[in-house]
């Protein structure tokens, strides 16, 4: 079980952004990925191997953690940041995803 | 580029059936596994299945096992999820997604809606 921490985040842009992910039991880096979500839109790849950040994506977001607990860092969010952002994780089936957490606008 | 489009989705009863597809281009498809995934309002997203490569595994999510069924044909590009003795919380987008060993669920299609109500 992957539980997201906060659900919502109420930020203004220009803030940064601290997005936790807790794993019920460890798990290994390189299984671990952030999706980022808008309305009406498929997820988006952010982040793999708990730290990797996928193509295309801005350097303002980075991904740390190991073991349970993984964190998702946005330096200075920008307009388009605000969207729900998800963990996944796929060591093994049943493949799993946090509820997610809303980054909205303060 | 990479591109992955879902059909199928309807309208169907509860206990019904219906199938999925989802034809894939842009990328040598049959050097990877694929899933589905769905998102419902009272799970989120929810992994429902995945198929390897050349189609001899599949594994399945907790709540579909036994009533789903994930399948490709490699010569045609797709992946199919025939889905049996449909319920109201099957109810959801489904997605077709391309699996990558590193990088995970790497690549989604934009989805396609299953509503199950009578």
């Known amino acids: 079980v992957l539980t997201q921490s906060p659900d919502t985040l109420p930020l203004s842009p220009g803030e940064r952004a601290t997005l936790s992910c807790r794993a019920s039991q460890s798990l290994s880096r390189t299984s671990f990925a952030w999706y980022q979500q808008k309305p009406g839109q498929a997820p988006r790849l952010l982040i793999y191997s708990a730290s990797t950040r996928a193509t295309g994506v801005p350097d303002r977001f980075s991904g740390s953690g190991s073991g349970a607990d993984f964190t998702l860092t946005i330096s200075s969010i920008e307009p388009e940041d605000f969207a729900v952002y998800y963990c996944?994780?796929?060591?093994?089936?049943?493949?799993?995803f946090g509820q997610g957490t809303k980054l909205e606008i303060k | 580029e990479v591109r992955l489009v879902e059909s199928g989705g309807a309208l169907v009863q509860p206990g019904g059936s219906l199938r999925l597809s989802c034809a894939a281009s842009g990328f040598t498809f049959d050097d990877y596994g694929m899933h589905w995934v769905r998102q419902t309002p009272g799970k989120g997203l929810e992994w429902v299945a995945l198929?390897?490569?050349?189609?001899?595994?599949?594994f399945y999510g907790t709540s579909v096992k036994g009533r789903f069924t994930i399948s490709r044909d490699n010569s045609n590009n797709s992946l199919h999820l025939q889905m049996n003795s449909l319920r109201g919380d099957d109810s959801g987008i489904y997605y077709c997604?391309?699996?990558?060993?590193?990088?995970?669920?790497?690549?989604w299609g934009q989805g396609i809606l299953v509503t199950v109500s009578s």
């Open positions: 198929v390897t490569w050349d189609g001899g595994d599949a």
């Open positions: 996944l994780q796929h060591s093994r089936s049943p493949y799993t």
């Open positions: 997604v391309k699996d990558n060993e590193v990088a995970g669920f790497d690549v």
